[in-house]
Nanobody, 123 residues
């Protein structure tokens, strides 16, 4: 059973940066794609970024392309989300999730979720 724990959230001014981390337990971390999602108050959970098990392929939501970067360190069972040029619209709870063998953008394709970390961007 894989467990996921996010960290790195916080309060930042618009234009600033944050780096989120997601630490995974279990010995099969490197076998799965991983994704980041976010949920703003009153809104549905939305896809942010995903990465294949090897780290070779990535996918991003249009709203974060060019600003966010997802990467992973399989030796440390950790996936990261580097967020630059943050905007107030990026505010929300950010979740990492374990997917399958290929990248997916639908939350339903992910079977294990972390508890989330709050990101608040002030204007």
């Amino acid at each position: 059973q894989v467990q996921l724990v996010e960290s790195g959230g916080g309060l930042v001014q618009a234009g600033g940066s944050l780096r989120l981390s997601c630490a995974a337990s279990g010995r099969t971390f490197s076998s799965y794609s991983m994704g980041w999602f976010r949920q703003a108050p009153g809104k549905e959970r939305e896809f942010v970024a995903a990465i294949t098990w090897s780290g070779v392929s990535t996918s991003y939501a249009n709203s974060v392309k060019g600003r966010f970067t997802i990467d992973r360190d399989n030796a440390k069972n950790t996936v990261f989300l580097q967020m630059n040029s943050l905007d107030v619209e990026d505010t929300g709870v950010y979740y990492c999730a374990k997917g399958g063998r290929v990248i997916a953008v639908s939350p339903g394709s992910y079977d294990t979720w972390g508890q989330g970390t709050q990101v608040t961007v002030s204007s």
